[in-house]
């Protein structure tokens, strides 16, 4: 039996990917994007397998209604990638506030409303696999990224608790934390904050630190394949080896850290 998705942010990048994968081994894909006409060479290609549908993940009404649709469409719904969003860029001083609310409306809200729209589905079914798409930055926290890193730390905060609330229900659930890749994260789709004179020697060091070649995605599709059929999914996964170099030295800093003011934790109970 085939396996039905349901993929946000089809278009491009990391999604083309996944729905290439999917469709290349057989697999229906209910494939989303803002602009269906990106879609059509799917189309073309892959016939009734593919299902193009207009989404903008921002609208709640049409997130249900393009869940609803593939359900319909396809009589089951196996596996939602929820990987549509952007990236923002700026200090915590530059960014404003109405940027800040679209980047949450995005990557976090944009995820809630499709899994919300999934959950009573994949319940009734007795299975499903939910995977939403993290980022090193889910877990680690680098300057001009506090906006960004403030949607994916909520998202990966909603998504172990998720993780917990549906296991019971046969559904499993999976943070994909890419490294840095050769995508339009950061230049054409993302958003960038007016810069101030204050904090231009870090926006100068921080263009130096990113400015070398990045992997294709091109190996994201046989990735998630592999996280898509395991019997047992992880919770988390990193993709590229970028993730498995900052993680480690990440955790160890803050295990030190604590361990250095253990003192203070435990004078604050008193003791």
Known sequence: MSNVWFVTGSSK???????????????????????????????????DSVLPIQLDVTDRDQAFAAVKTAHESFG???????????GLFGTVEEITEQQLR????????????????????????????IIQISTIGGIAAFPTLGGYHASKWALEGLTESLAQEVAGFGIKVTLVEPGGFDTDWSSASAVTAEAQPQYADLHDA??????GPQPSPTGFGSAILKVVDAEKAPLRVFFGELPTQIAPHIYQQRLAEWAEWAPVSREAEGK
């Open 13 to 47: 990048g990391f999604g083309r990917e996944f729905v290439l994968a999917a469709l290349e081994r057989g697999d229906r894909v209910a494939a989303t994007a803002r602009n269906i006409d990106t879609l059509s060479d799917l189309v073309e290609k892959y016939g």
């Open 76 to 86: 089951s719904l196996d596996v939602v990638i929820n990987n549509a969003g952007y």
């Open 102 to 129: 679209d980047q949450l409306e995005t990557n976090l809200f944009g995820v809630f409303h499709v899994t919300q729209a999934a959950l009573p589905i994949m319940r009734e079914q007795g299975s499903g696999h």
């Open 206 to 211: 921080m263009k130096q630190r990113s400015g």
